[in-house]
């Protein structure tokens, strides 16, 4: 598949949604794909991308963004309170804001940096043990802390269990954000996305269907 084809089929399934055009970012997850892979998709004028680890991020996108102007960085996996310094000032967003403590660094670090990326706060709808989240129940005492810190909150993020119906995480992200009167849902991903964007997605994540699999781990 390529770039033209998910681009083509995004358009598709906000039209098919009653959506205005352009409503939805397509983020291409560019985390441990080769350089070459990634700067085929920059030279096709795609400026928008996806990483999971600051430290990888550090040692790319530097280099590409002397190259191509107009890059947006968003990151996309959990952050270490102590890499927070670095993810801000690399990143344009970040949707991976989990607890207070990382809340409590960025709007400390935002009034030393003197700018803050979009923020999403990670919602673990599935409540798994193992994934970052805040937890449903704890979701809107928890939007409502950051904005007290004068967090840039825009939205949320969720990453669905692999084995349960994605379109029931999207919607109950989506009524999360809607009460709390959040317009931002970064939501969906390679094989779910169109579901994604009929439940309200404004932020797609795409990697393999874009770039391939992925060649390291």
């Not at 397509?26 to 985390?31: G, W, Y």
């Not at 804001?97 to 706060?121: M, S």
């Not at 964007?197 to 060649?215: D, K, N």
Request: proline share 4%; with cysteine.
């Amino acid at each position: 598949m390529t770039l033209r084809d998910i681009t083509t089929r995004i358009a598709k399934a906000t039209r098919d949604a009653g959506r205005a055009e352009g409503a939805v970012t397509l983020i291409a997850v560019s985390k441990v794909q080769p350089n070459e892979r990634v700067k085929a998709v920059l030279d096709q004028g795609h400026r928008c991308f996806g990483e999971n680890k600051v430290q990888e991020a550090a040692s790319k996108w530097p280099d590409f963004r002397e190259t191509y102007a107009g890059v947006n960085l968003h990151l996309i996996g959990p952050l270490q309170s102590n890499k927070t310094r670095q993810a801000m000032e690399l990143f344009d967003a970040i949707h991976s804001v989990d607890r207070p403590k990382l809340a409590n660094t960025i709007a400390r670090l935002a009034q030393e940096i003197g700018r803050c990326p979009d923020l999403f706060i990670q919602v673990n709808t599935g409540e798994e043990s193992q994934k970052a989240g805040v937890l449903p129940a704890d979701a809107d005492a928890f939007i409502k802390e950051c904005q007290g810190l004068d967090l840039n909150i825009q939205g949320l993020m969720c990453i669905p269990p692999a084995d349960e119906e994605p379109s029931l995480h999207f919607a109950l992200l989506a009524k999360i954000a809607a009460r709390n009167g959040l317009a931002g849902l970064s939501m969906g991903m390679s094989g779910d996305f169109e579901r994604a964007i009929a439940l309200g997605a404004t932020h797609v994540r795409i990697g393999s269907a874009i770039f391939g699999e992925r060649t390291a781990v």
